[in-house]
Each structure stands twice: as C-alpha cells, then as structure tokens.
C-alpha cells in the first residue's frame, strides 16, 4: 500500500474553518427557523397553496358573525400561536395550541371534528410539511441553499 501525506497549508485551514463552522449550525438554524415562519405565514396569506373553500355552512356562520377576513383567521388563535425555535443543531417549526384540542393538527391534516365527529375538515396545510411529515419542496430549496450558503461563507 502506498500512502502519501499531503501537508497544504490552504487545504488544512479550510478543513479547520469547516470543522469550526459545522460545530455549532445556530447561524444557520436561526436563519431555517425564519425561513419555515415565512412559508407558513406565506400559506396563512395565500390561504394556501391548494385550500379547499371553506363549507357553505362554515361561511354561513362567518357571515352571520360578520366575519369576511381569511381562512383560519377567524380568531387569529391559530396563526399567534405559531413559533420557532432552534440551537445549535435544531430548527423547528410548532404551534403553542394545546395538543388535546388538536385545532393546529386538525387543520394541518384534516379530520373528523363537531359533535359526534359529523364533520370532515379537510386539510389546509400551514406549516411547510407534507402529511408524511416532509418538508415542501418550495421549503427544502430554502433550507438547502442557506445550508449551501452557510457552507460557502465557511470555506471562503
């Protein structure tokens, strides 16, 4: 076997700079957690993309308390409650809304909702996942250009 040791001062200091910036991605994972809040706020705007209009008797309701504002707005429960968080190695992306409600999950995903469950809300997907829990493709593209871009600063 042969080995050859390559001692290249311009090599080694990039591959340290890399080590270093790879240690702690907060930067980085600052910057996702922003990202993933523009998607959802984009979608809360939008109302979509690809919502289903709302029921008739859901907009019947609406008028008759003179509400004419977007979709899961009504309130404006839903999207306040909306926050990131990240550290060193983590971005995420949550709603605060108590989980044995499930109001952020049922209209995440859809489901069965109303008394006896009589009512199927379809889904209007506000955070940039998919129903398997993936991320949008529009969401990657972000995510991975500020991972390219964070890498580039890195090594320049």
């Known amino acids: 076997m042969i080995e050859i040791e390559v001692d290249n001062r ?10 270093r910036e790879t240690e702690n991605l907060s930067p980085a994972m600052r910057q996702i957690g922003e990202t993933l809040m523009l ?25 008759k308390l003179g509400f004419t504002g977007k979709m899961l707005e009504r309130t404006g429960a839903l999207k306040r409650s ?16 108590p989980e ?18 009589s009512v199927m809300i379809p889904p209007r997907p506000f955070l940039p996942i ?18 390219n871009e964070h890498l580039r600063r890195a090594l320049d």
Request: aromatic residues 8%; hydrophobic residues 40%; proline residues 3%.
């Open 82 to 97: 909306i926050f990131t968080e990240y550290g060193r190695d983590f971005a995420l992306i949550a709603s605060s809304m």
């Open 10 to 19: 311009a090599v080694l200091d990039a591959l340290n700079r890399l080590l």
């Open 39 to 63: 998607h959802t706020e984009e979608a809360f705007e939008l109302e979509g993309p690809g919502w289903p209009e709302l029921a008739p008797s859901t907009r019947k309701d609406r008028d």
């Open 130 to 147: 998919t129903d398997t829990g993936e991320l949008s493709d529009a969401a990657e593209r972000d995510i991975l250009d500020i991972l």
């Open 100 to 117: 044995g409600k499930g109001y952020a999950a049922l209209h995440q995903f859809g489901g069965e909702a109303g008394r006896g469950r």
